[in-house]
């Protein structure tokens, strides 16, 4: 099974945790805190693996984890850092945040591209020791590491690809001038997955060609099967327009070329400028006059025009080698650019002391995700641990939203669940 998209969701590994721990050796009175750091979390990293036509393993597995960072330890030890996570897709897979359509990353190229970062460690109770505050008995949570639900979207990688009405001649032509084997038939949607095929013309001169499965009108808004497959024109330096030109079907070539290229533009209005040349097939059962006037046609409106009959090998030299000097000319293939994130969206993540107060019954209750942090990692029968505390309420603002809204000496606070009586 042919699958070129696919929607999951990736998670990057949390930071460990911080340690709370305090040196203990004989002999040695008073040792001090030595709480090491948590280890950063696995990254999610995606490699383009040319072993791979498809995305059908993502069909059935649907979410993707890397590991956690270890907690930290004893002695200033340090957690270890959490396992990466690697994912291997078809070249020239694209990944896309899902609702936004935000680039991520192209895999285009033999590199691994990191597409969701781990969380930093947490600091232990050793870097809280001051003259003041000789015994921490907290520490920081590690941070979340970041997570995306990511569309994955295969665009072939080749120079070349062939467009054209259902049974006009594509998978015949691929056939003759590369080593591609398409199933031929003489009926309709016999290509009902993209083929690619190299083309070579000399030792060290070669172009890829890709035979996209037949288009019909309407095929951009979902008609038959080609509008699945026309992403994997997008990429294609140069587009080869076949067309019938012995109309043996009952179609009229000039009108066939007219509805393909409107449904090129209608999916995307950059195809239509896209450079492209058109091969008049099956001329060896058409009339010499139909040929020619198809020919002045296509000429007419600007564009390179050969008569072959891929079936009889007539012409396919000429226009391969015309191909090939054509691409000589052409920039690169397409690669999409990572897109940096909306600006309100990282404002929005550049303030991780957001919080919200809302009153129940009496009962202040305040709601921040960030204090989960805290909280985990606070000894609350601890003096200076709720020193510590009560500085990060301060700091991030909460207790002076508290007293905004009218709080008094005695009300009830729940953070997360956990309640205490306001005092000042």
């Given at each position: ?13 949390d930071?460990g945790n ?12 008073a040792g ?8 950063k979390?696995?990254?999610v990293?995606?490699?383009?693996d040319t072993n791979?036509?498809s995305?059908i393993?993502?069909k059935?597995?649907?979410?993707y ?5 270890q907690?930290g330890?004893?002695k ?5 850092t959490?396992?990466?996570?690697l994912i ?6 694209v990944?896309?945040e ?9 895999l285009?190229g033999?590199?691994?591209v990191?597409?969701a ?9 050793s870097h ?5 505050r000789?015994?921490?008995?907290f520490a920081?949570?590690g941070?979340p590491?970041?997570s995306?639900?990511?569309?994955l979207?295969l665009?072939?990688l ?13 998978s015949s032509?691929i056939?003759v001038?590369?080593?591609a084997k398409?199933e ?10 993209p083929?690619?095929?190299v083309?070579k013309?000399g030792p060290?001169?070669s172009f890829?060609m ?5 288009l ?5 808004e ?11 024109v997008?990429?294609c330096?140069?587009?080869?327009h076949?067309?019938d030109a012995?109309g043996?079907?009952?179609?009229d070539p000039?009108e ?6 409107r ?6 209005p950059?195809l239509a400028k896209r450079?492209?040349?058109v091969?008049?097939?099956k001329?060896d059962i058409?009339a010499?006059e ?6 002045r046609?296509i000429?007419?409106?600007?564009y390179?025009f ?6 009889a090998r007539q ?6 080698k ?10 690169p293939?397409?690669e999409y650019q990572?897109?940096p994130?909306?600006r309100?969206?990282?404002?929005a993540e550049?303030k991780?002391n ?7 019954e009496?009962v202040?209750?305040?709601?921040a995700?960030?204090l989960?942090r805290?909280?985990?990692m ?5 003096y200076?641990s709720?020193q510590y505390?009560q500085r ?5 603002g ?7 809204m ?6 009830t606070?729940s953070?997360l669940?956990?309640?205490f009586?306001y005092l000042r």
């Amino acid at each position: 099974m042919f699958v070129d998209k696919a929607r999951i969701t990736i998670k990057a590994g949390d930071g460990g945790n911080g340690k709370v721990s305090f040196h203990r050796e004989k002999f040695v009175a008073a040792g001090g805190p030595d709480g090491g750091d948590g280890g950063k979390g696995g990254d999610v990293l995606f490699v383009a693996d040319t072993n791979l036509s498809s995305l059908i393993d993502f069909k059935y597995r649907k979410r993707y984890a890397a590991g956690r960072g270890q907690d930290g330890g004893s002695k200033k030890c340090f957690g270890k850092t959490g396992e990466d996570l690697l994912i291997r897709v078809p070249k020239g897979t694209v990944v896309r945040e899902a609702g936004t359509g935000r680039v991520l990353a192209d895999l285009s190229g033999p590199d691994p591209v990191v597409v969701a970062r781990g969380g930093k460690g947490g600091w232990g109770n050793s870097h809280f020791a001051t003259p003041t505050r000789q015994i921490p008995r907290f520490a920081k949570g590690g941070y979340p590491g970041e997570s995306y639900e990511v569309e994955l979207e295969l665009k072939l990688l080749a120079d070349v690809g062939l467009v054209g009405f259902p049974n006009v001649g594509k998978s015949s032509l691929i056939s003759v001038v590369s080593a591609a084997k398409p199933e031929i038939a003489g009926y309709h949607f016999t290509t009902l997955t993209p083929v690619l095929g190299v083309v070579k013309l000399g030792p060290e001169e070669s172009f890829v060609m890709a035979d996209i499965p037949g288009l019909i009108e309407g095929a951009s808004e979902g008609v038959g099967l080609g509008h699945q497959f026309l992403r994997h024109v997008d990429r294609c330096r140069l587009i080869i327009h076949i067309l019938d030109a012995s109309g043996c079907e009952g179609r009229d070539p000039k009108e066939d070329f007219a509805i393909i290229n409107r449904e090129l533009e209608r999916f995307d209005p950059e195809l239509a400028k896209r450079p492209m040349m058109v091969a008049g097939n099956k001329c060896d059962i058409a009339a010499p006059e139909q040929v020619e006037e198809l020919r002045r046609y296509i000429t007419g409106l600007g564009y390179p025009f050969f008569a072959i009959s891929a079936a009889a090998r007539q012409g396919t030299e000429e226009l391969v080698k015309a191909v090939a000097q054509r691409l000589q000319t052409l920039p690169p293939i397409r690669e999409y650019q990572p897109e940096p994130p909306d600006r309100e969206k990282l404002l929005a993540e550049a303030k991780p002391n957001q919080f919200t107060v809302r009153v129940e019954e009496d009962v202040y209750i305040v709601e921040a995700d960030w204090l989960m942090r805290v909280l985990g990692m606070v000894d609350m029968n601890d003096y200076e641990s709720l020193q510590y505390f009560q500085r990060v309420l301060r700091l991030s603002g909460i207790i002076d939203r508290l007293e905004e809204m009218g709080i008094r000496e005695g009300d009830t606070v729940s953070i997360l669940n956990f309640e205490f009586e306001y005092l000042r």
